[in-house]
């Protein structure tokens, strides 16, 4: 081992994976929820209507509109917010991995974890 150099075990890249996805899970959960007592404490007393389907308005079909809504303090837009959370949480799982093999000096699985990476950012985007 070099001197100054940190080295993690395989337990410790695995424990800290399983911490970051808990943790974006909890924060994706509570998000969500604030955003459906926000949204049912507004519009609890509106009467539904299931025979036309609305789908989510434009400003929410992109992550700039949904956090501009989340910031607004709207219902629909904060359960948005909490979604991309969710959504986030395995992409910066994957991220965390090409760090935790370029630290290993692992050039293979950083080449492998990274097409990975930008197959992922690039589905969600709507690149590919």
């Known amino acids: 081992m070099q ?6 075990t395989d337990q410790q890249v695995e424990n800290a994976i399983g911490w970051l996805l808990r943790i974006g899970l909890v924060i994706a959960a509570l998000v969500v929820l604030a955003g459906g007592a926000v949204f049912v404490t507004r519009h609890h007393a509106e009467p539904a209507d299931f025979r036309v389907f ?38 910066a799982r994957v991220a965390f991995s090409v760090l935790a093999f370029a630290l290993e000096g692992d050039r293979l699985y950083v080449g492998v974890t990274l097409i990975v990476l ?11």
């Open 54 to 91: 609305r789908g989510e308005p434009a400003d929410l079909r992109t992550i700039g509109g949904t956090v501009e809504a989340a910031r607004r303090g709207e219902g629909r837009g904060i359960i948005q917010l909490g979604l991309v959370i969710l959504l986030a949480t395995p992409v």
């Open 118 to 128: 930008v197959l992922l950012v690039a589905s969600i985007s709507g690149w590919i």
């Open 3 to 8: 001197a100054g150099r940190t080295t993690w």
